[in-house]
């Protein structure tokens, strides 16, 4: 079974602090994804990375960076964690671009008090 | 870039057929289009894909026009447990890799 598994299902940071989450794919996939989901506004794309070491800007990428030293993990880090990076993040997958599915991972819940 | 426009809600009744259309006009030749399922405090998961006529699995039907500028998920005989947020996404090969979803359809399926 193909599995995206994202570290942490819920964190809760302070204004501030450097936050780190991962994300870890098992299916060999080339591509790799960041989205932030908000109530009403849909899924938004954060970053994306097409190979190891590569990374290209979503739609909304002020305050993130990302990092993928290894074609399996693709982490995002928001170097200033701010009240407005609250939401949920979700991590997904797949083979290189074409016709293949993306596999999303459960999700993370950021709260930034 | 193709962009995609979906209702953004739709309320129907279990047993009935649920039909969500996504407009994608700038959709280019060799583009797909695929549909996501998301229930909530999930991530979206896949439930079709097409190119082009339309194409049937087990659990929903895609229809897609000859102008490929529209494509319409067909839902059979709904359940409750359809309740969830149908996303259409178009895969758009100019842009790369970025896949940029819409807002997508939340669809309550009534008792």
């Known amino acids: 079974d193909v599995k995206v598994t994202q570290s942490s299902r819920y964190l809760v940071k302070r204004t501030g602090e450097k936050v780190f989450l991962e994300c870890v794919q098992d299916?060999?996939?080339?591509?790799m994804f960041w989205y932030r989901q908000d109530p009403g506004l849909g899924l938004r794309l954060i970053y994306f990375?097409?190979?190891?070491?590569?990374?290209e800007k979503g739609d909304i990428p002020e305050g993130y960076s990302v990092s993928r030293e290894k074609k399996e993990r693709f982490s995002l880090i928001l170097e200033s964690a701010s009240t407005n990076q609250t939401s949920m993040y979700l991590c997904?997958?797949?083979?290189?671009?074409?016709?293949?599915?993306?596999?999303f991972g459960e999700g993370s819940r950021l709260t930034v008090l | 870039l193709a962009k995609t426009t979906q209702p953004i809600s739709m309320d129907s009744y279990e047993g009935q057929e649920v039909n969500i259309t996504c407009s994608h006009n700038?959709?280019?030749?060799?583009?797909?289009i695929t549909w996501y399922q998301q229930f909530p405090s999930q991530g979206p998961r896949f439930i079709i894909q097409?190119?082009?006529t339309k194409v049937t699995n087990e659990v929903a039907s895609l229809f897609i026009p000859a102008d490929r500028k529209s494509s319409t998920l067909s839902l059979p005989r709904v359940s409750l447990s359809d309740t969830a947020v149908y996303y259409c996404?178009?895969?758009?090969?100019?842009?790369?890799?970025?896949?940029?979803f819409g807002g997508g359809t939340r669809v309550l399926v009534k008792p």
């Open positions: 997904a997958s797949r083979v290189t671009s074409g016709t293949g599915e993306l596999f």
């Open positions: 299916m060999d996939h080339e591509n």
């Open positions: 990375s097409y190979d190891v070491k590569m990374k």
């Open positions: 700038n959709i280019a030749t060799n583009d797909y």
């Open positions: 097409g190119y082009k």
């Open positions: 996404l178009v895969d758009d090969k100019a842009a790369g890799n970025k896949l940029t």
